[in-house]
């Protein structure tokens, strides 16, 4: 079972499981009697799921209830992202539909909020006639006001950020949840200058989380029932965090401790790392505990070091390619690794691209997320460099590292046929409600059959056959 090629911008190898916990909309119901009636569609990474989580919390103390229902809604929020020239387009597709909603309902408000609000700001509003409001990231607790400016008859904008928040007291309203597994956020913002990332321009500064709320948070997920917590950041290995009198400091090792020990039965799991910032003490704590998974998501972007360097990673193949050894001698060789890959930066040769390839034998990825290069504006790379490869070549190259990733996530789910595997269920498979699906450590997803089992079982699998994209396997018992 191949999954569905996208289109040739965003083109991964992810099952139709793990394609929908990305890229889609978010919403759910909450029918508590309040007045008005919230629905939020995100767009983007995990950090902007997690946070139409906590946009949902806010707006739930203000009066609004979440529908999954547009129709039904009072207020529509696009939670939207702004990595790639396409992803802003299907925001702005999405918003002339929205405008044909409100057409016969005057009294919508629409806002803008992510990314796109951050990065648009206020021309938002004249360049999108149909929005009302247009908040950024670090603006969502402004939001109950700058509604009730709205329905007063202005438009509203806060796109400050700023170099503290963290929303670390919000309790999240987890939005579409499968009960099982949820992302907490650690930190918010980036401080690396990646030059083709519009990133640090619409999230800030970057800034770690309090770590007691972070483990308090995961601990009350537990108590509600749920097995896995994944933290999210879009450096974690440079969470650093140190109580206001100094006394406490905490790395994201620590950290990684600390949300392993609430509970031997709940699963831990982070991304993104940093190849620059990712370090053995990290791995040696991974190694320590059963329940960190063995999965780790390490954006290469580029396996040549001119690019590299043009791109700001601060780190060259060897150095990455060294990285790696490191995964592989103290996790071993069966620890996941995905990529994410840009094909046809600017002034990349068709020699480098070839190192892009060789770097993916030499790794032998379980995953990638694949793009082709899209310049945005303001960064580094539009202000410095000249997009030059054209589509067409663009194009080329990233279908050649999209055949070689389908190769290699074969060969490593060849890999784990044979043998038996803890599997965490997350419900039934698309295709079946005979069978279950769920994940095993290293991130895979693995359909069984469903025989006395249910969501949230951790089930020992004997993986007897695979495809590009899953495990299949039968329960040990
Ligand atoms: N913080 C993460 C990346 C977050 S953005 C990291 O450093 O790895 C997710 C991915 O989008 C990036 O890893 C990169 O592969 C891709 N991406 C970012 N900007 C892009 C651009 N301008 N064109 C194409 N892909 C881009
Ligand atoms: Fe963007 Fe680089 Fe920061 Fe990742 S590390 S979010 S790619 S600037
Ligand atoms: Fe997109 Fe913003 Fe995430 S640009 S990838 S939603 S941080």
């Given at each position: 079972m191949h999954a569905p090629i996208l289109d040739l911008d965003f083109i991964d190898n992810r099952t139709p499981e793990q394609a929908a916990s990305c890229d889609t909309k978010v919403t759910a119901d909450s029918?508590?009697?309040?007045q008005r009636k919230l629905y939020i569609e995100s767009y983007g990474c995990q950090m902007n799921f997690s946070d139409s989580e906590i946009v949902s919390s806010i707006l739930f103390e203000a009066g609004f209830d979440t529908t999954s229902e547009v129709n039904s809604a009072d207020l529509v929020l696009l939670n939207t992202c702004s990595i790639r020239e396409k992803a802003e387009q299907t925001v702005r597709n999405r918003l002339v539909q929205l405008n044909h909603l409100k057409k016969k309902k005057p009294n919508l408000v629409i806002g803008v909020l992510g990314c796109m609000a951050e990065r648009l700001k206020k021309n938002l509003l004249e360049e999108e006639k149909m929005v009302d409001l247009v908040v950024g990231p670090d603006a969502y607790r402004d939001l109950p006001s700058l509604i009730n400016e709205v329905d007063e008859g202005q438009k509203a904008v806060n796109v400050l950020l700023s170099r503290?928040?963290?929303?670390?007291d919000i309790n999240p309203i987890r939005?579409?949840?499968?009960?099982v597994s949820a992302f907490v956020s650690i930190m918010r913002g980036?401080?690396?200058?990646?030059?083709?990332?519009v990133v640090p321009f619409t999230r800030g500064r970057e800034r770690s989380r309090d770590a007691h709320s972070i483990a308090r948070e995961a601990q009350a997920l537990v108590e509600q029932g749920y097995k896995e917590v994944t933290l999210l950041g879009?450096?974690?290995?440079?969470y650093k965090w140190a109580s206001e009198d100094g006394s406490e400091k905490v790395n994201f090792a620590q950290l990684l401790e600390m949300v392993a020990l609430i509970s031997p039965d709940l699963r831990v799991r982070f991304s993104t790392s940093h190849p620059k910032d990712i370090t053995d003490e990290v791995l040696y704590t991974m190694k320590k505990y059963d329940n960190i998974c063995n999965y780790i998501h390490l954006p290469?972007?580029?396996?040549n070091s001119r690019v590299l360097k043009l791109m700001n990673r601060t780190y060259d193949r060897e150095w990455y390619m060294e990285r790696v050894d490191s995964i592989r001698r103290i996790l071993g060789e069966e620890c996941g690794i995905s990529t994410d890959m840009i094909a046809g930066f600017c002034s990349e040769t068709e020699e480098e691209h070839q190192d892009t390839l060789s770097l993916m034998d030499y790794v032998q990825y379980d995953l990638a997320y694949m793009f082709f290069y899209s310049e945005r504006p303001g960064t580094l790379a539009a202000r410095k460099l000249e997009d030059d490869i054209p589509l067409e070549t663009k194009k080329r190259r990233l279908e050649e590292i999209i055949d070689k990733q389908r190769q290699y996530s074969l060969v490593r789910n060849q890999l784990a046929v044979g043998k038996v595997h803890r599997v965490l269920v997350e419900g039934f498979s698309k295709r079946s409600d005979e069978m279950l699906s769920g994940r095993n450590d290293q991130n895979k997803v693995v359909i069984f059959p469903r025989m006395h089992f249910k969501k949230g079982d951790y089930v020992d699998v004997l993986v007897t056959d695979c495809s590009v994209g899953t495990l299949f396997g039968e329960p040990v018992l």
């Open positions: 029918n508590t009697g309040r503290e928040e963290t929303y670390a939005l579409n949840s499968n009960g980036c401080d690396n200058m990646c030059s083709f990332c879009q450096n974690v290995d440079s290469a972007q580029s396996g």
